[in-house]
């Protein structure tokens, strides 16, 4: 707790520094202030990203010249053309916090491809629109990601939905406690904006911020390396003058957030031992033992100049940065935002981007309807679609030289593009006469084939088709061990590697 206390704090900190108290941040404040406490809001908006890989190439290129760095203008080139060019989000989204209903609906075109994704969760159920299965598949396709298992779930769960237009999937009997976390943060999210709010209005209500402007009934930011800088002198000025006001303010912050946090989980249940750290933090959170001195600060600007000015590039990449912000309230409960970052280099935007943004409280969430499958066993119906889709193609057993050992046994799938095991396990294996002998039922299960065992004969049998093999070997602490070797009964080609003291067999199933 002590950690999260001094990033929100520091930050408050941090926030009330680049603000300022004047009536253009109090409409700010008040703003987050009023959407925190909002339990149904709904949100819209569109998002918009341009990339000049030209300019990026020449960046990438710079940056290695000056970290004399191996990357050569064709890599740079290469790296710089596997990045998009054009992003553009269209986003709607509802959310009702105290009955943890959530709908977010984005719709991303990339490079001119449209990709949509929806998802809405109720409760403990997910429910995800079929054509976001798609999306994700295509969005991992285009960047070179279908190389790992991720790309398999969302293949699993793109055929699973099958012709419904959704997939609807159960947290189960966790649902409960995650609901409870998320109402939680949701509430604590609350309070730490509201005090925040209180922070900065009480620690900064004689400074003013030169960032910040009035515009119509809203405030605008604007936000350039220069005028950071000498908003930091002017900040530094009024530090060292009110640092009492700002240390009062403080303390009182660290106070209410303890006091906070500990009725919080107190009402939800949480350990008492949460009031014994309370007490064991506060004193070492209170202002003159955290808050840095004005040397700090000063020293603190002067390694961001010093590291600035060991690389031109940088320097000329941050100089030239450039963000406006601004937020208008609309009407009753409602607010526009809009953001504007550009990031020139060499006399060319490099980077720019562009939001819009509209939030306002609502009555109730919209409902919503969905035809969906119904997915209550991820683990069993995703086993079930990899057998068929990507069946077992081998075993690998690897092991030392010795007496008694264990040894570990992985299963590697067919079809895949990447190396994925089906399972991983360390068995014990045991040489006799320099024959390794390895537990008959791990293995041959792991590859498929069903199990049977006679105890009246005390024999083992694998069952291949209508095929019954006898694989009895010896039986110790009841588990049955053969020779590798007997694996080609089932018609595996067994084949052996030795490095050394270091052994491997692959049992490879015969093809269908």
């Not at 339990?39 to 908006?45: A, D, F, H, L, V």
């Not at 009895?472 to 009964?489: A, M």
């Amino acid at each position: 707790m002590k950690k999260v206390l001094v990033i929100v704090l520091t930050m408050l900190l941090a926030i009330g520094m680049m603000t300022g108290c004047s009536q253009a941040e109090l409409i700010a404040l008040n703003a987050y202030t009023d959407m925190a406490a909002w339990e149904t809001t709904q949100q819209s908006g569109t998002i918009t990203a341009e990339i000049n890989r030209e300019q990026l190439a020449k960046l990438i290129s710079a940056f290695a010249a000056e970290w004399e760095s191996d990357i050569s203008a064709e890599d740079a080139n290469e790296i710089s053309s596997s990045i998009f060019q054009s992003l553009k989000i269209d986003y709607t989204a509802e959310a009702d916090v105290k009955a943890q209903k959530i709908f977010a609906d984005f719709d991303v075109t990339l490079d001119g491809e449209l990709y949509p994704l929806e998802v809405y969760f109720e409760g403990n159920k997910i429910t995800v629109a079929k054509e976001t299965f798609g999306s994700v598949m295509k969005l991992m396709d285009k960047y070179g990601l279908t190389e790992n298992e991720t790309y398999t779930y969302v293949e699993f769960l793109n055929e699973y939905t099958g012709d419904k237009d959704s997939l609807q999937i159960s947290l189960g009997e966790d649902a409960n406690y995650y609901t409870e976390q998320q109402n939680i943060a949701a509430e604590l999210g609350n309070n730490v904006t509201a005090l925040a709010a209180d922070f900065i209005k009480t620690a900064f209500s004689d400074y003013t911020s030169t960032l910040s402007s009035p515009e119509g009934n809203g405030v605008k930011f604007e936000v350039t390396y220069e005028k950071l800088v000498k908003e930091f002198g002017s900040l530094l000025g009024y530090y060292i003058g009110h640092k009492d006001k700002i240390a009062d303010a403080w303390d009182t912050a660290v106070t209410s957030y303890a006091k906070i946090f500990e009725n919080l989980f107190s009402y939800h249940g949480a350990d008492v031992e949460i009031a014994e750290d309370n007490q064991e933090f506060l004193p070492e959170m209170k202002a003159d033992s955290i808050l840095p001195s004005a040397a700090d600060l000063t020293g603190a600007l002067e390694e961001v100049q010093e590291a600035l000015n060991e690389s031109s590039t940088l320097k000329e990449l941050v100089s030239g940065a450039n963000l406006i912000c601004a937020i208008t309230p609309v009407g009753k409960d409602a607010y526009d935002m809009k953001y504007d970052f550009a990031l020139p280099y060499q006399g060319v935007n490099m980077l720019t981007m562009n939001m819009t943004d509209h939030r306002k409280k609502i009555d109730k969430i919209t409902e919503r309807q969905y035809n969906s499958a119904v997915l209550n066993d991820f683990d069993t119906e995703y086993e079930n679609f990899m057998n068929r889709q990507y069946p077992i193609l081998n075993a690998k057993l690897s092991w030392r030289e010795g007496g008694a050992l264990y040894g570990d046994i992985t299963f590697y799938r067919k079809n895949l593009d990447y190396t994925l095991y089906y399972d991983y396990v360390w068995r014990q294996f045991i040489v006799i006469d320099d024959r390794i002998y390895v537990p008959m039922r791990t293995i041959a299960e792991g590859l498929g084939y069903e199990v049977q065992w006679d105890s009246e004969n005390e024999k083992a049998y694998v069952l291949d088709g209508d095929n019954r093999i006898d694989m009895s070997g010896f039986v110790r602490e009841d588990t049955t061990y053969i020779k590798v070797r007997d694996f080609e009964k089932l018609g595996c080609t067994v084949y052996y590697v030795q490095n050394g003291l270091s052994n491997t067999a692959t049992v490879t199933k015969p093809e269908v």
